[in-house]
């Protein structure tokens, strides 16, 4: 069996080279304007393929499914294992899964002027005691009216300084976060309600009257030995009146 070390969560590289983080905990990854065939078939998934400065990144455990082969997760070694029917550590026992309840993700509707700076908490409830190791989020919002300015990690968070990295695209109306628990020991994960981000935003000098309504595009959560844990968004409104 092939061992694959964790890194990104959940992604795969496709060429050669290291990953890195930009500075200020932002990167830029951009929708490849290409298509990713697998064994002849274009390849999907969720979150999608993205392009990071020049090298194309696709979700692991997506590509298995494509690819037809196995992908187990061992919480003690820390590792992925992806059968590629090469067997090098015996018998290995495939992990217990576990189904979860979905996380209930909101925000509330807030009131704002044109030129007005706002921050809008984006909350989780129904958070696992098993906690959140991993997970991934594309937020979209009307950038005819509001221009993000900032995305700060929330309270439940242990380290957001290093669990913690967003892209804003101003240009698209689009945010994208990756959250991975940097310790990977267990301890530091996401075990309770709260607020996850709070957006800082800036309401547009033009924009006219009327709601901008936040929602969210794409997203996945794991826990520590990769279970999906699914989403149930209900995001809010910004209302602007003049």
């Given at each position: 069996?092939?061992?694959?070390?964790?890194?990104?969560?959940?992604?795969?590289?496709?060429?050669?080279?290291?990953?890195?983080?930009a500075a200020a905990n932002q990167w830029v990854a951009v929708s490849p304007n290409f298509k990713v065939l697998v064994?002849?078939?274009?390849?999907?998934?969720?979150?999608?393929?993205?392009?990071?400065?020049?090298?194309?990144?696709?979700?692991?455990?997506?590509?298995?499914?494509?690819?037809?082969?196995?992908?187990?997760?061992?919480?003690?070694?820390?590792?992925?294992?992806?059968?590629?029917?090469?067997?090098?550590?015996?018998?290995?026992?495939?992990?217990?899964?576990?189904?979860?309840?979905?996380?209930?993700?909101?925000?509330?509707?807030?009131?704002?002027?044109?030129?007005?700076?706002?921050?809008?908490?984006?909350?989780?409830?129904?958070?696992?005691?098993?906690?959140?190791?991993?997970?991934?989020?594309?937020?979209?919002?009307?950038?005819?009216?509001?221009?993000?300015?900032?995305?700060?990690?929330?309270?439940?968070?242990?380290?957001?300084?290093k669990d913690f990295q967003f892209n804003i695209m101003n240009d698209k109306g689009a945010i994208?976060?990756?959250?991975?628990?940097?310790?990977?020991?267990?301890?530091?994960?996401?075990?309770?309600?709260?607020?996850?981000?709070?957006?800082?935003?800036?309401?547009?000098?033009?924009?006219?009257?009327?709601?901008?309504?936040?929602?969210?595009?794409?997203?996945?959560?794991?826990?520590?030995?990769?279970?999906?844990?699914?989403?149930?968004?209900?995001?809010?409104?910004?209302?602007?009146?003049?």
């Open positions: 069996m092939k061992k694959i070390a964790l890194g990104l969560v959940a992604g795969v590289v496709l060429s050669a080279g290291v990953f890195a983080f064994r002849g078939d274009v390849f999907e998934s969720d979150p999608p393929p993205v392009v990071i400065e020049g090298r194309t990144y696709l979700p692991l455990r997506a590509m298995a499914e494509a690819l037809d082969v196995d992908i187990y997760w061992d919480g003690d070694a820390r590792e992925v294992l992806v059968d590629m029917g090469v067997s090098d550590s015996g018998n290995k026992e495939e992990p217990k899964k576990v189904k979860y309840e979905d996380i209930s993700i909101k925000s509330d509707t807030i009131e704002a002027k044109p030129g007005d700076t706002i921050k809008i908490p984006v909350k989780f409830s129904n958070v696992p005691s098993e906690g959140i190791n991993s997970g991934f989020l594309k937020i979209l919002f009307d950038n005819d009216k509001l221009e993000v300015l900032d995305v700060v990690g929330g309270e439940i968070m242990n380290a957001p300084e994208t976060l990756l959250y991975v628990e940097a310790e990977q020991q267990r301890k530091g994960m996401i075990t309770k309600d709260g607020t996850f981000i709070t957006i800082e935003a800036k309401v547009k000098e033009n924009a006219s009257e009327g709601s901008v309504k936040l929602s969210i595009d794409s997203g996945n959560f794991e826990d520590y030995d990769f279970n999906p844990i699914g989403l149930s968004p209900s995001l809010g409104e910004v209302i602007i009146k003049k």
